[in-house]
């Protein structure tokens, strides 16, 4: 008599019991009148403010979703029996998996240690590659030296831009909520000149050495023009960067983004300088905007200057006579920034409509207008830097680097995870310093290649968001600043390795 063998009878078993599973659900299936019969007879035997008919379609819906809940209950006993008879078989067999018994015990131990190894190599897969995609910068094994050198502090309320003068004397300007505009030294940190004539928050400052003028432009719809005359000190010897091992932190360009202070400091009131000087009335009034005048910039020479407001459009004005040269209109929404070339007659200005436009002043009678668009949400800022190159920043998280001749698609892109505020660009060593909203300051080539992040601690950075960067290209100790919601503006030394530049 031929002997049934261990596979052929475990299936003839587990074929039997897929039968018997069905015939459950067939019995489920037969008694769906009587359950029907029952919730109705229950309806109209509770007190409820629904319609009959609306309160039997719940009790149907339901009653369906019990029945595939059952089913797959019933599915999973069958399963569970039928893994438990092959591990029994295995186990009288005496065959092993890797070496590992294959016991109840021994398969719950290996199946939970199985489990936490695959969430951990999980966890650092999406870590790692999360930390790719938002960083998005290049590899490469050279270094940025970031040193904090000097920190002003003063206004009562955030900063919301700054500034520096392109030629000597060279000056730091800042704008803050507090309704004041401020200069200051770059190399002993203390206040030169402080203008107190707005009525609203001060939204921009632009200091230049052409008969030692600035304009402030506030929430208050106008543009101030005041003359300062300050007194530099006597620059102090510069600390040799390379010993001060002590002081300086490294960026290291393949590090993630490790946030070491999340908890603001308390927020106590920062008592401005008292010895400084203050103006109160202005030397000149622009007043046609409509709106808030959130950005002002000289147009080379000193004789004219270029305001940017809400109200959708870019004046030009003339200084000594602060006449309404040019109204720049052609954009959808409010404007955010506006940027003047350093040595030619262009201008170009931001928008939330998601552009950006170049205006060209060279020839007279001819005023061009070029429309860039390239991102998706608020452009923050665009800015000019060497050659024919513009930069922008938006809000939708990116940084683009755009050719002038070619304005369909961007010659580099920079992402990031998060917002991007108004950015500057170093003309000597042609690097990129990107404000966030998340407190954090990152430096970038023109290639889009991350060089570096500025350091932050409870100690040293930025606390709350950074509004504004610029760079000094005439400042040893000092050539890039930044200033943010917490009060106060930082100067830093930047130091890019001579290899990293020439790449």
Known sequence: MPVESGSSAAARQAKQKRKSHSLSIRRTNSTEQDRSGLQRDMLEGQDSKLPLSLRSNLMDMFSQIEREFENLYIENLELRREIETLNDRLAAEGQTFEGADLAKG????????????????????????T??????FKATTSRAVCQLVKEYVGHRDGIWDLSVTRTQPVVLGTASADHTAMLWSIETGKCLLKYLGHQGSGRSVSPTSFEG??????????AHIWRYMVQLPTPQPVADISVSVDRTTTCLLDSYDVDFSDKDEADGEIEGPNDCPSIRVATTTLRSHQGVVIAADWLVGGKQVVTASWDRAANLYDV??????HSLTGHDQELTHC????????VVTSSRDTTFRLWDFRDPSIHSVNVFQGHTDTVTSAVF???????????????KVWDLKNMRSPIATIRTDSAVNRISVSVNQRIIALPHDNRQVRLFDMSGVRLARLPRSNRQGHRRMVCCSAWCEDNASCNLFTCGFDRQAIGWNINIPALLQEK
């Open 106 to 129: 021994a398969l719950k131990t290996k199946a939970s240690h199985s489990t936490s190894q695959l969430s951990q190599k999980l966890k650092t897969t999406y870590k790692a590659s």
């Open 213 to 222: 003028c600035a304009v402030f432009t506030s929430g208050d719809q106008t």
């Open 339 to 346: 940027c003047t070339h350093p040595t030619q007659r262009l």
């Open 320 to 325: 000594e006579t602060s006449e309404l040269v």
């Open 385 to 399: 830097t060497v050659g024919d190159n513009v930069v922008s920043g938006s809000d939708d998280r990116t940084v």
């Open 131 to 136: 930390s790719k995609i938002v960083s998005s």
